[in-house]
Nanobody, 123 residues
């Protein structure tokens, strides 16, 4: 079992930045693809970014590409999401997740989830 705990969310003005962290425990994440998802009120959970176990391969949703950066520190068992040039439409609960296979975008392909951290971007 992998336990994931997100942190770093908060309230920020449009154009600002936040850095989310996801600390894992229970098992090392070094063999997992790690992903970030978000869910806005009344909407389905959507893919944001993913990083393979080596850290070398990264995938981003078009809506965040060039603004967000996913990274990982396997030694610290932690994954990060640097979010720059934030927009009001980025407002959502952000979730960290771990997948055993591939670099998927589908929610169903992830095996472990954190509880989420709220990000609110004001205009």
């Amino acid at each position: 079992q992998v336990q994931l705990v997100e942190s770093g969310g908060g309230l920020v003005q449009a154009g600002g930045s936040l850095r989310l962290s996801c600390a894992a425990s229970g098992r090392t994440i070094s063999s997992y693809t790690m992903g970030w998802f978000r869910q806005a009120p009344g909407k389905e959970r959507e893919f944001v970014a993913a990083n393979d176990w080596t850290g070398a391969i990264k995938d981003y949703a078009d809506s965040v590409n060039s603004r967000f950066t996913i990274s990982r520190d396997n030694a610290k068992n932690t994954v990060y999401l640097q979010m720059n040039t934030l927009k009001p439409e980025d407002t959502a609960v952000y979730y960290c997740a771990a997948s055993r296979v591939g670099i998927p975008r589908a929610v169903s392909r992830y095996d472990y989830w954190g509880q989420g951290t709220q990000v609110t971007v004001s205009s």
